[in-house]
């Protein structure tokens, strides 16, 4: 069994040789040496060297369903016409490629129903970027300084809260309930800001806003428009934007589309980030965003420093893939996989944990994401009981702990985000049974 | 024609919203403000503004010559093996595809001949990027806190003088000729340096060692072996790292190839970047380094921050491009369509510029650009009056002082880049007789 206490080791591939002892120690950057420590590392450390471990942890995607046809007709389209072949395989763009970003912008309005205040929105305000996780970093690393804020969910995205924490940044979270981020809670914590006169230090109010990972939950249309209204009101030395992750909203099993953010945003408040990861393949590895006019030219700045625009090829196949319906197909397609697999992981928790007092689930309208609490007191953290016991039986989980900021709300370490993206129906049925043996081991 | 002295002005993609009045005005970190200013921008922003002009500037590559047929027969192989095509569109690794970066060393061992020095390198030390721009970003941030030094060789590579400023590292050049950077001009800057008490702050020393952007020298082997004997020497207080910026390597038309810096190195002080931008496709984006082993866990750490790893499909796609021998082919048929353009160039030159009293430039046996020396006092400068004169004769340079650090060597004004990569023959002609009308007016 891998060191349970290692987060705050390298948990990366081991190195082979030491440092020469005839030459000098390296010397590594301040950022440099803040950079590591991301739980995500030590998860997929954890995985990759135990094979057999059935992993509820992953936020990879499902094996079998990933677009091979789809991306192939993409190709097919380029191969065959030489100017788009070329077109593909020459540099880019540093915000992107230009029929890309109309064409997402365009789909963005229409599955919002077309509001108002998104008819000012402009293809230049649309960037693409290598997945929305470099979005995201990106966002971060230009609208903060370190010691800045970003207020966030309890709990939320953690890999993004190790971002912030990498650069300094604080994350202040405000809390939540089955519908997510609570707006009163919000302002509240705005309200703690400013008599601490701290309010000029946050940046951003960052929400995962459908299916949100870790809780599966989405904010609905009345609170959106309240959170907006919330970032314009305490807006008063500095603009505070709403992020707006939509990772997940192709991903719906049951029920309506919500409007995103952007649909409630007459000022240029919002910036919206969303990605083809999840949707339709994290090895294209396109993410876009929606950025307030004043902020493009400054993250193409940034961007150009970092890689000079994504790959231009990747770009050129979601093009095409959503030009031509592919992606839709994928996702509808998807939906089908993940809406059995979530019914699986839901009837696995309703059979094997039903009985066990004071635990509960919430349950996900879409997303990849179960998210499970225990009874209080019941430490499900990487260093605690629940944990090696889940490990010895077999199942990897993320211990929900990972997931709370470190200022706000207290962190619940009571919790488990449980993943049924990348395990068979079977499998999750079995990690659930294994692991509801390993909590009622525990909890006894 | 677009304003001259906008180097410091925003130059890209125009802005067709103001802020909103409503609204606070937005924050932008320290890091964000510091990150425009790039000359690439405003030369690119030129071209695409004035698509009639002959574009002697960019250093995109041949249009006609992209390997749609070799991506074609890469994606086909993936496409044919599900499992080897789910891999592909899965998420990756943060350090790149196993079997590529095995490749990829071996690659690299072979064409420096296998020497003694390499036989430790593992491909643990491998890693991959989004072209090798990314890979120089995160190495200079990884490296360098603000006020720190790289040195360099005067001139060198603008971009990368442009991230090194925008991250406020220190760049200090040396004098180079026309086998490039001259090993006692640097030892001799390494000793002004220790004087000074600075020598602490120095991180690395960069170098463009084949076929140089921007001269277009090659740097022999006895001066490689130099000048890592005096990053050994100098590394007294932290090790001094030569980073070895190969991008140029396989795009040789005459003569025999040089070992690599790493084939001189007993003790992990070089660190090779290379990139298949050049030599296949910057559409593809995909670059790769070898790096010391002590900094591949923290390398990770602050990519992994970034953007998770670079696109899987990339990988694979290159990794069949390589295995099948297709990137050898396209890299020698590419290796013929630039050695007929560099000819074209370097005979242009001969017939419009041979007359001209104190012009001469270099003659590259690779790469992309000519380097052209005018007499002492033109000042072939972006406000000058020759740029000026070019754009109105319809032709579009590089000038020369862009790819002077701040430090170190003076400013050669008298300088310009030429680049045949993208002009067709004709064009290259047309394109310096018109640059030769216009020198002869201003050196009049």
Redesign the interface.
Known sequence: MPPLGGLDQ?A?????????S????????????A????P??YL?HTALSRPELISLAAG??D??S???AE??DA?RTL?AE?SL???????????GYRPLRELLLEEQRTADGDPPAMR?L?P?QVVVT??S??LL?LLA?????AG?IVLCAAPTYY?FL??LK??GIRAVSAATDEQGLIPEALEERLEQLAKAGELGRV?CIYVVSYFDNPQGVTLPADRRAKIVELA?KY?????IYVLDDAAYRKLRYVGDDVPSFAAFD????VITTQTF?KSF?????VGWGVL???????F???K?????G?????Q?LIYEAVRSGGWAKQTAALCDVYRTKRDAMLRACERYMAGLPGVSWRHPAGGLYVWLMLPEGVDAGADGPLFRAALDAGVLYVPGGFSYAGEGEPTANNTIRLSYGVQSPARIDEGIRHLATAVAAVAR
Not at 141 to 145: E, N, P, Q, T
Not at 266 to 269: L, Q
Not at 281 to 285: D, E, F, L, Q, Y
Request: with cysteine; glycine share 8%.
């Open positions: 390298k990366g591939p081991q190195l082979v040789k030491t440092p020469a005839t030459t000098s120690p390296a010397y590594l950057s301040r950022r440099a040496q950079s590591g420590g991301q995500i590392n997929m990879f995607v094996q079998g990933l677009p091979v991306v192939d190709w191969a030489q072949a070329h077109a593909a395989l020459q540099y880019g763009t540093t915000a000012n402009t230049e290598a997945g996780n470099q970093y690393d230009m609208l903060c300084d800045d890999v190790g971002v990498n650069l940046r314009r807006s008063t030395e500095h603009k007459e000022d240029d408040t990861s393949s994290p090895g294209v590895r307030p006019p004043e902020l493009v030219q400054t193409c700045d940034v150009s420093n970092i890689d000079f994504s790959p231009n090829l990747n050129h």
